[in-house]
Antibody, heavy 121, light 106 residues
Framework: QVTLRESGPALVKPTQTLTLTCTFSGFSLSTSGMCVSWIRQPPGKALEWLARIDWDDDKYYSTSLKTRLTISKDTSKNQVVLTMTNMDPVDTATYYC?????????????WGQGTLVTVSS | DIQMTQSPSSLSASVGDRVTITCQAS??????LNWYQQKPGKAPKLLIY???NLETGVPSRFSGSGSGTDFTFTISSLQPEDIATYYCQQYDNLPTFGGGTKVEIK
């Protein structure tokens, strides 16, 4: 059974760095083709893809946010970590992690429940 | 980046109606297009992948078509449980989502 769960602070202050952790089970990020992405959704707005890390440690970032994002993984802990620097109130959103298998299944097939992050002083 | 233009942004239809949502890509994405359903307070759920393939367990009243730049998502007979927001998503390059279509019951 595949599950993902996001964790991190519910509230951050402007200019702070956000660190979110995605803890997953039911698959291994060392398996060829396996990847985890972060996606966010501001309240009442559309989904926005942020970043992806692959089984071979390749990393991809949103063009508009790449200077602020870092994604990493700890395969032994089944975790993927996203950091976002210089947080702003417009970054208030629900942040999701999701699994994707590149090559054979190019879609987000499993999602975490999401974690709401509010940016406010 | 590839832009996805989804329309309409919202619609209201009666139970049993046929509902159609369109998604247009800013450049040719072949069939690299997925559709998701999102209910309030929940994570998105995959319905259609590769433009026209129904995900396992998804009711057959949902369907998708298209290739290149123009795609269509259809609910053949709207049910009360279909109230949700629907998103298209391309994966030809870095993934991008459409703006969403909120479906309500009239």
């Amino acid at each position: 059974q595949v599950t993902l769960r996001e964790s991190g602070p519910a509230l951050v202050k402007p200019t702070q760095t956000l660190t979110l952790t995605c803890t997953f089970s039911g698959f291994s990020l060392s398996t060829s083709g396996m990847c985890v992405s972060w996606i966010r959704q501001p309240p009442g707005k559309a989904l926005e893809w942020l970043a992806r890390i692959d089984w071979d440690d390749d990393k991809y970032y949103s063009t508009s946010l790449k200077t602020r994002l870092t994604i990493s993984k700890d395969t032994s802990k089944n975790q993927v970590v996203l950091t976002m620097t210089n947080m702003d109130p417009v970054d208030t959103a629900t942040y999701y992690c999701a699994r994707i298998r590149i090559g054979s299944h190019n879609y987000f097939d499993y999602w975490g429940q999401g974690t709401l992050v509010t940016v406010s002083s | 980046d590839i832009q996805m233009t989804q329309s309409p942004s919202s619609l209201s239809a009666s139970v049993g109606d046929r509902v159609t949502i369109t998604c247009q890509a800013s450049q040719d994405i072949s069939n690299y297009l997925n559709w998701y359903q999102q209910k309030p307070g929940k994570a998105p759920k995959l319905l259609i992948y590769d433009a026209s393939n129904l995900e396992t367990g998804v009711p057959s009243r949902f369907s998708g078509s298209g290739s290149g730049t123009d795609f269509t998502f259809t609910i053949s007979s709207l049910q009360p449980e279909d109230i949700a927001t629907y998103y298209c998503q391309q994966y030809d390059n870095l993934p991008t989502f459409g703006g969403g279509t909120k479906v309500e019951i009239k």
